[in-house]
């Protein structure tokens, strides 16, 4: 009986997805590969957006009626509303946005070693992209009255971590903006929400120098990073049509660094 019953819960959770349409930005390496996938495993449509317009190929393939891929510079407003309008042309909506594109920018340093121009760079794409997408996106959401945004912020964002001031300093940008849209859009049904990994590892990762991956995995109580799986489940719920009364919020996935 309770493997019949966890059984039909999940799938009608998954059939949450049926009939929706989703945006996902740097869908083809890491956290927002791993969330594309399962949304596509969830019945989504789903329009893929990333600088690497040959992975996203290579991943999805063979879904060519499910899937639009996308290769483009999320730091360029005017390509953003032109796949926007690209986008709503093929499926005629787009029920939720996932801004997962991102960088860290040189780190291990302090902010009086920090270059303007990457500093820049950085809040280019992680603020300004997340920015860009959602202003393009809303109107359409606001016409349907429905709309499930997560942006994928950082634990770095809401606590700060040493060696990191763009990074950190971006990924607040975003909390702050995800507050803001979330009170904005309250009553549009449309929630807005972020979501604050730890460390997962990803190319990201792999490519910051070990000193400044140590610093902060040794801050996760549960002393073990993050799983992509884990990662997907929480953004899929909470923008599943289930997260309904949650919105301007920074869901934590942190292995209990972050409890507040
Ligand atoms: N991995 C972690 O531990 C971790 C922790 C906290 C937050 N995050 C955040 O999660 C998000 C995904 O990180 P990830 O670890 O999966 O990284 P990743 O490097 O594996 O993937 C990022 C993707 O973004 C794409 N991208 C980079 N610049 C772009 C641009 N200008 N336009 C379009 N696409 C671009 C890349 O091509 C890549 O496919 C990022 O916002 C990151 O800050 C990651």
């Known amino acids: 009986m309770f493997i019949q019953n966890t059984i039909k819960f999940l799938?009608?959770?998954m059939d949450n997805f049926k009939g929706q349409v989703a945006m996902v930005t740097g869908a083809a390496s890491g956290l927002g590969l791993s969330i594309a996938?399962?949304?596509?495993?969830?019945?989504?449509?789903?329009?893929?957006?990333?600088?690497?317009?040959?992975?996203?190929?290579n991943a999805f393939?063979?879904?060519?009626e499910q899937v639009l891929c996308v290769g483009i510079d999320i730091t360029n407003q005017q390509l953003v509303e032109n796949s926007v309008a690209e986008i709503l042309a093929r499926f005629g909506k787009i029920d939720i946005l996932v801004?997962?594109?991102g960088i860290t920018g040189e780190t291990n340093l302090?902010?009086?070693?920090?270059s303007t121009e990457n500093l820049q760079k950085v809040f280019e794409l992680n603020f300004m992209g997340s920015f860009y997408t959602s202003k393009a996106?809303?109107?359409?959401?606001?016409?349907?009255?429905y709309g499930r945004i997560l942006h994928i912020a950082s634990i770095a964002g809401k606590e700060g971590n040493a060696g990191m001031l763009a990074y950190s300093a971006s990924k607040a940008a975003v909390i702050g903006m995800t507050k803001v849209q979330g009170k904005e859009y309250a009553e549009n049904g449309i929630t807005v929400n972020a979501l604050a990994p730890a460390v997962i590892q990803t190319p990201l990762v792999d490519a910051m120098p070990e000193t400044q991956v140590k610093y902060m995995t040794d801050k996760i109580p549960m002393k073990r990073c993050g799983t992509l799986e884990e990662a997907a489940n929480l953004a899929a719920y909470i923008v599943s049509p289930l997260n309904s009364f949650t919105?301007?919020?920074?869901?934590?996935?942190s292995g209990g660094r972050a409890t507040y």
């Open 11 to 13: 799938n009608n959770y």
């Open 37 to 57: 996938r399962k949304l596509l495993n969830s019945g989504s449509q789903l329009a893929l957006l990333d600088l690497n317009k040959n992975s996203l190929l």
């Open 61 to 64: 393939d063979n879904f060519p």
């Open 99 to 101: 801004n997962c594109a």
């Open 110 to 114: 302090k902010s009086h070693q920090v």
């Open 137 to 145: 996106v809303i109107p359409n959401m606001i016409s349907n009255n």
């Open 247 to 253: 919105t301007g919020f920074t869901f934590d996935l």
